[in-house]
């Protein structure tokens, strides 16, 4: 622990105001969605544009998350962090104030840029201000149900601000959250140096990567107005894979990559991150289509499937604060990731038996708390996991790109569960509406369903303990080899 970092209650004050922001960043990520009729008729938005005001958002968070992450290890988490958190809460006043589109429109993607910096070396530096294991679970407990539970909770508050105030407001509110937390943030956080910007500063393949990730984020979310074989989606697709290719290149001969090599050596990191690939496709994809069963087939209102969300939340806040840190000391991080990743599966596979005129608390309140307890458990495992290990010196980097494989991931997995539901529903005739949209459903929670079941052999593979520890002592070893003694 350096001299600078923060100790004792401090630490747990440090871990609050880098929840806080993140909540905030994954808030604003769903919060607009119910706000969006009312923002169209004030601001005088078309139908055909109406979806950049969570686009411009997406975009520049998927984006830059990989190039904050790595900023973060040069020029110090902290400032990044502090950077990205005083863009974010500006932005914000300014999508408060929007009096046009484009106002709104330039405010989101700031938004998206200053969460991207924030969001990007959080977890890094959640991982260094608690080395011990106990206290890492407990840690990584609440950073995670903030990241799993902040979509349901921005749904909710989405309707609330905007029904008692006004749709500014789930904008507006972010700048007294984001000043006080400011102001705790310079006081707490650890005042990191970094490596320095000539340790690795690859401009050309920052500018490549970026290019490649803003691309393939955007063509992903234009799939549902072009479709996956369009010209549109191809040649977008195409380029985005033709800039990475690049930019894997490129890494490969600079002296000062921004992305090294040796980070994928480890087979701890790549398999945790193929893992969260895997896992976040199938709960992106349900987390959509259970809220279209719900609304279309079951016929709930907005804010009766608003509340039928709740249980989910509270059950993954319940299992990752409160019983998967205890598990995951007792048991360790790998045997909980597996036992979660058999609840979402479980549930996921329940659910894609749902009938057409089935009831919410017969047919899917079961599978989703089955869900909610099964990501409480597996998303602060598989955090820990992902993060064990990352060299001290990439902790901002490694935290950048599990941040980025969660949004790339998430985002591919919504839009392709999404096209097989809508395919399957719209290929039966001579049925009810009902029983075809729920046939289609039942499709996408099998395919989710397969993932959850690639991701647990992904997962027994390549995490088990001891496939890719470094003992203590060797060169790049981990914050927690640092920490800990070897068994």
Known sequence: MSLDQPAGRSRWLA?????????????????????LPAIRDDLGFTPS?????????????????????????LAG???????????????????????NPETLMAARFLQGAGGAASTAVALGMVVRLFPEPAERAKALGAFSFVQAAGGSIGSI????????LSWHWIFLINLPIGLAAGAVAVRVLENDRGLGLRAGADWLGAALVTAALMLGVYT????????????????????????????????ARTRDPLLPPRIFASRGLSGANLTMALLVSAMFGFQFLVVLYLRQVLGLSAQATGLAMVPIAGTIALVSLAVSPRLSTRFGDYRVLLAGLVLIGGGLAWLAR??????YATDVLGPTLAMGAG??????????????????????????????????????????????????TESLTGVRPEEALTSGYHLAFWVGTGLVAAAFVVAAVMLRPGVAARRTGEPGATVADRALPQL
């Open 77 to 99: 988490r902290r400032r990044v962090f502090l950077a990205g958190m005083a863009v974010f809460t500006l932005a914000s006043l300014l999508a408060g104030l929007a009096w």
């Open 157 to 164: 508050a989405g309707g609330v601000l905007t029904q008692a």
């Open 220 to 251: 992903i979310v234009e799939v549902e107005s072009h479709g996956w074989a369009s010209a549109h989606t191809l040649g977008f697709g195409a380029l985005s894979l033709a800039l990475l290719a690049a930019f894997g290149i490129r890494q």
């Open 375 to 424: 990501f409480g458990l597996a998303m602060p495992a598989l955090m820990g996991l992902g993060m064990r290990d990352a060299a001290a010196d990439d902790t901002g980097l490694a935290s950048g790109l599990f941040n980025t494989t969660q949004q790339v991931a998430g985002a591919l997995g919504l839009s392709v569960l999404a096209v097989l539901a809508a395919t399957r």
């Open 15 to 35: 871990l609050a105001v880098l929840s806080a922001q993140t909540l905030m960043i994954v808030l604003d990520q769903t919060i607009v969605n119910v706000a």
């Open 49 to 73: 544009n109406l979806s950049w005001v969570v686009n411009a958002y997406l975009i520049p968070f998927g984006g830059l998350l990989l190039l904050a992450g790595r900023l973060g290890d």
């Open 354 to 359: 749902v009938p057409a005129d089935g009831g």
